[in-house]
Every structure is written in C-alpha cells, then in structure tokens.
C-alpha cells in the first residue's frame, strides 16, 4: 500500500492510488468503496442527453447534409463497443447504424466468433452521413471525437473495438497507420479510465479488399479469445 509521509499519520494517497484500481476505491474516510459500474436507466438518460447535445451542434457540414442523426445500435450494457466511421446512406435513412452492405458483413464477422451483433454496442465517429460518404475531415473527426468519447464513458465497455482509420483517428491521432496497429491490444485512458481498446479494419474496407479479410480474422480471433481470458459474458 502507497503511504504519505508519516506526518500525515498514514494517510493514504487516495488521488494515486484511485488512479490504478478502477473497481475499488482507497479512501480513508467511510465512503461507499466499490465501484458500481452505471446502472441502465442512468445510461439511458446520459445517452439521451448526449444525443440531445450532437442535435444541437451547429456549423457541421455533416448535419446539413443528412437526413437525420444515427446515434447507436445493441445493448446499452454490453461489455463490446463498437466503433465505426459515420453512417452510409441506408443507415441516414433508417436513422441505425451498419445496416448497409458494411453492417452485413459486420454482423457476419461477430457471427464468425460466436457473437449475436444485438449483444454488442454499436456507434459511429460521426452521427451524419458525410456527403457522398467521404471520410470525415479531420476538422470533424476531431470535433465529434469528444462526443465519441463521453459515448465511451458512458457505455463503459470492457473491450472497445475501433473500425477502420477514422475511428483510429478519433482516438489515437494521425501519426499512426492502421496497416501497422491493427490486430494489437492497445490502452487509451478516457475520463480516467483505461480501456483495452483493438483496432480492425472496417467491413466497408474488406469488401473493397477481401484478400485482407485473412488480418480481419486474425483480429476475430484475438477478440474472442480476450472475451474468454476475461470470461465476459456475452
Ligand atoms: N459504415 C460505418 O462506419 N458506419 C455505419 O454505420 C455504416 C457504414
């Protein structure tokens, strides 16, 4: 156990110690110390009001262009978070995310480890449908990626899964390539907190490139065997 200085009659130093234990809380004073991860109904009203917040962003070329925001997909509680780039044309008109070609193969590739996609959370970086599906602009990636990320925090997912660049940018920045960071475990610390983060390629790239399809499913299987290692259920 950490200590302060003996003058403080062995106070704990909370503010370090909190720092690297997310399930418990060392504190001296007679607080309640576990953790309890956010329960389902303040889920719904945190995510309501996040959503409330990227209705009303303003000076967004995306939000002009499209018909109408899609924010997310699956159970809230769900120990995978999915993120994608920004939603297609099927998904702006039905208002979901991954419900086009790309959703397709997604689904089959959580099919392929074993897993119903209605059991993982799924979301985009960008909640409008770029124009003519372009990727999003830096400008923009930057912009929603504190959405993204008070998303993250609150959906609280054990294993968060980054799909294709856009999403790699949002949370790691440009200076790295997905050809090279792809398929690794890698933390991110968001609001405090660590996520075990696996960035893939995203199924949009796969069907324009099947012979990658061979890396893709290397991730799979890295992520299937994370869930076990964790015995998450799912
Ligand atoms: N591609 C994405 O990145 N997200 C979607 O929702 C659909 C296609």
Redesign the pocket.
């Known amino acids: 156990m950490i200590l302060n200085d003996k003058n403080q009659n062995n106070t704990i130093n909370e503010e370090l110690i909190n720092s690297y234990d997310n399930e418990y809380i060392f504190s001296n004073k007679p607080i309640n110390r576990i953790k309890t991860n956010p329960k389902t109904g303040d889920k719904i009203s945190l995510l309501q009001n996040l959503k409330d917040q990227i209705s009303n962003i303003d000076n967004c070329d995306l939000k002009k262009n499209a018909s109408k925001i899609?924010f997310n997909d699956g159970s809230l509680n769900s120990p995978i978070m999915i993120v994608?780039?920004?939603?297609?044309q099927k998904?702006d008109n039905l208002g979901k995310?991954?419900?086009?070609d790309?959703?397709h193969l997604l689904n089959k590739m959580l099919n392929a480890i074993n897993i119903k996609r209605e059991k993982v959370y799924?979301t985009?970086v960008v909640n409008y449908r770029p124009p003519n599906n372009r990727k999003p602009e830096p400008v923009e990636i930057n912009r929603y990626s504190d959405f993204l990320k008070k998303h993250i925090s609150i959906i609280d997912p054990k294993i968060l899964i980054l799909?294709?660049s856009?999403a790699m940018e949002a949370l790691f920045g440009y200076k790295i390539k997905i050809s090279k960071e792809r398929g690794l475990w890698k933390e991110i610390i968001i609001n405090n907190k660590t996520y075990i983060t696996m960035i893939t390629f995203?199924?949009?790239y796969l069907l324009r490139q099947p012979d990658q399809k061979k890396c893709s499913w290397a991730d799979l299987k890295e992520i299937r065997k994370k869930i076990d290692e964790l015995k998450l259920t799912i």
């Open positions: 899609v994608g780039e920004g939603p297609g998904e995310p991954f419900v086009g790309a959703g799924i985009n799909m294709g856009t995203h199924p949009a």
